[in-house]
């Protein structure tokens, strides 16, 4: 056989088996790690936005189907589980730093995640969009693997809750520091834990690249909003439709 | 092995008990108040704030967390080819979730704010 033959025999096998997207999968978000670093962390160069714009960009280029994808990326795909249980680990460490903020962390938290639910849901119905696409989009501050569950539960489409807790977050990520500086706010507990509130882990992952206080407060704002939204969702949502 | 071992038994109890209860919960929201009640008694069964079971879990925890951009890719993946899903309505979602995020970010922080002024809390902003 030769050359070309084999390549291509190769690449049919490779395109096939999990581990080529796997390893795709992690090569993109280090690259994308890379590039951000290399802007000096402009919120711009979001890497969840730019590692999955290359995946989609190499899966057109081959003509690789997304089941053929999520073969071989499921397994980073279900480390989502177990991170959001882990979330538990800093919520725990920072026991003594939510004690020393107790209230403004309990109002913020309050404020912040009613505001989510109602404004999304609100604004979707004066609009005029049907029920189930109002729904899919109360929880999409919390944080995927809890946002896709509530979703599924009050009858909303997950897959759209997906997407819309990605937009959320990667639109939170890059607007929260001009934001944030536009309005002359010094206070980084506060700016990471707005964050962490609104746009859950990749607003978290962003809040670490400005700042440590930042990152851990927005990392408890993840956490707390996570539980708190799949406490009240299904309420708010009965008030409102 | 153990400390993934604890995270994945909590996530599972989770999933058991949200199914047979019915509960309107995420596994993963209840997976996260079992862990947290694991560490406490861990520590206070071992009379400290760092037990070993809990430094096994930690450490666990921290290479899942700081990792966590990667575990949205494949979700973003599919929500890129997913995106006659908010075809009939992409005007109004693009509205709703640019409207929505700005003013959660602008209340939350405000919120905070107000309440560490009102109740003057100490360490806000000056963290450990």
Not at chain 1, 20 to 45: C, D, E, H, K, M
Not at chain 2, 23 to 48: H, K, N, Q, T, V
Not at chain 2, 82 to 97: E, H, K, P, Q, S
Request: proline letters at 4%; a neutral charge; one cysteine or more.
């Amino acid at each position: 056989m030769d050359t070309s033959g084999r390549v291509f025999e190769l690449w049919v096998y490779l395109s096939t088996s999990p581990l080529l997207w796997l390893t795709v999968t992690i090569g993109a978000y280090i690259t994308a790690q890379r590039l951000a670093a290399w802007s000096g962390f402009n919120p711009i160069v979001n890497p969840v936005l730019i590692s999955v714009a290359l995946v989609v960009l190499i899966l057109t280029a081959t003509g690789t189907s997304y089941s053929t994808y999520f073969d071989g990326a499921q397994f980073v795909h279900f480390a989502l589980g177990p991170a959001t249980v882990a979330l538990a680990v800093p919520l725990y460490r920072n026991r003594t730093l939510i004690r020393q903020n107790f209230v403004p962390v309990i109002v913020a938290l309050f404020a912040g995640s009613l505001t989510a639910i109602v404004c999304a849901t609100g604004v979707a119905l004066l609009l005029g969009a049907p029920d189930s696409v109002a729904i899919s989009l109360a929880p999409k501050s919390a944080t995927a693997g809890i946002a896709v569950g509530i979703s599924q539960q009050l009858g909303g489409d997950p897959a759209l809750t997906a997407l819309l807790v990605i937009f959320t977050g990667v639109l939170g990520a890059i607007i929260v520091t001009p934001l944030m500086n536009l309005l002359r706010i010094k206070n980084y507990a506060a700016r990471g834990f707005a964050a962490g509130l609104t746009s859950h882990g990749i607003g978290t992952a962003r809040a670490f690249q400005v700042n440590e206080i930042a990152g851990t407060f927005s990392g408890l704002a993840m956490a707390l909003n996570g539980i708190l939204t799949s406490a009240i969702a299904a309420i708010v949502l009965g008030l409102l439709l | 092995m153990e400390g993934l071992f604890v995270i994945l038994v909590c996530q599972l109890i989770g999933e058991i008990v949200v199914r047979t209860l019915d509960l309107s919960m995420p596994a993963p929201a209840l997976g996260i108040m079992l862990l947290l009640a694991y560490l406490w008694f861990a520590d206070w069964r071992a009379g400290s704030e760092d037990s070993p079971a809990h430094t096994r879990i930690s450490g666990v925890a921290d290479t899942l967390l700081k990792n966590l951009g990667v575990l949205f890719v494949p979700l973003g993946v599919g929500v890129m080819q997913n995106y006659r899903l908010i075809y009939d309505y992409a005007g109004t979602i693009i509205v709703v979730v640019v409207v929505s995020t700005i003013v959660t970010l602008m209340v939350t922080v405000g919120a905070f704010l107000l309440a560490s002024r009102l109740f003057g809390a100490e360490g806000a902003g000056n963290g450990h």
